[in-house]
């Protein structure tokens, strides 16, 4: 294909839900708590880690990362879907809509392996406690968070710039609330078969190998748990290994149903759906999940506040 075919296209309209008026509306109203509410929540685990010397072992260290990787997220799809609810069509720079895929797929594939290490460490310190400071040393630590970070800017720098390699000669309509890979494809203007090869094969080695790993981590930690000779621990630990499981399987299942079949038969309320649910549902949960449900957690926040009550009686 020529250059200028490929540069025909200078702008790009997301439709959001154009076809619900009515909808964007009340959606504006929903999402916006929720983007703010991912904030407040994420920003509050971050500050607590950072400030609380306890807290600095791998364990809520791997969370702050995940609290990082969750704000960023948001930042990056949340404002600009706000500004797509408020209006019948929103226009994007081509600039701009390489620039939203990269950092969805940088943060996303962040995630994704950074829940796997997380899902590890949690199996070394439940199934192997005596041996855990060897196993998750800082060094090991360090290793596991740098590969995590670095392994999404790989994800991200391949699939986007392959994505944008392809020409866009028009039309240039994305029926979607942000620039996914999915939808974005989908006006290229040329065969896309290979593309759709590697996003497959991707997509089993990012999103279902760490889901797989998760899945084995948590079935072992499960053993050790029934060995445990307090009913109460036990009834506590299942409820923890539930309420992870259940927002990893939301992350992991609905990104792998974007991102297995980039031309799939869903309808594009139906995508614009499960993008939702991983995008912005999973950030949302995740602080509610791994930490603020926590003990330590919650006692590192009530003595931070004491602390501050204190500072400002005297």
């Not at 040393?137 to 999404?152: D, P, Q």
Request: with cysteine; hydrophobic share 50%.
């Amino acid at each position: 294909m020529k250059r200028q075919n490929q540069s025909s296209v200078v702008e790009f309209i997301l439709l959001g839900f154009s076809n619900f008026p009515e909808l964007q509306e009340q959606l504006l109203g929903v999402f916006l708590a929720v983007y703010l509410v991912t904030l407040m929540g994420n920003a509050i685990i971050i500050v607590i880690i950072c400030l609380e010397q306890s807290l600095h072992v791998p364990m809520y260290l791997f969370l702050q990362n995940l609290s990082v990787v969750d704000v960023s997220f948001s930042a990056v799809i949340m404002p600009e879907m706000l500004v797509v609810l408020t209006r019948e069509k929103t226009s994007i720079s081509f600039v701009s809509c390489f620039a939203q895929m990269y950092f969805i797929l940088f943060f996303g594939g962040t995630e994704c392996f950074l829940l796997g290490t997380m899902a590890y460490d949690r199996f070394a310190a439940i199934c192997h406690p005596l041996s855990y400071p060897m196993i998750m040393n800082k060094r090991v630590f360090v290793k596991l968070v740098m590969f995590s970070w670095v392994s999404g800017i790989m994800v991200a720098t391949v699939q986007t710039t392959w994505v944008f390699s392809f020409p866009f000669c028009g039309p240039n309509e994305i029926n979607h609330l942000f620039c996914e890979t999915p939808p974005v494809l989908e006006l290229a203007c040329a065969d896309t078969f290979l593309f759709e090869i590697y996003a497959f094969t991707g997509t089993i080695l990012i999103v279902m190998v760490p889901f797989v790993l998760i899945l084995l981590s948590y079935i072992q930690i499960l053993f050790a748990i029934l060995r445990m000779p307090s009913a109460t621990g036990r009834q506590k630990a299942f409820s923890t290994c539930a309420s992870h499981l259940t927002s990893v399987t939301l992350f992991y299942g609905t990104a792998s149903m974007t991102y297995l079949q980039p031309k799939s038969g869903y309808s594009p309320e139906t995508k614009k759906l499960m993008s939702l649910a991983y995008t912005s549902l999973t950030p949302l949960l995740n602080p509610l999940i791994y930490s603020l449900r926590n003990s330590e957690m919650k006692k590192a926040l009530m003595k931070l506040w004491r602390r501050r009550v204190d500072s400002h009686t005297f």
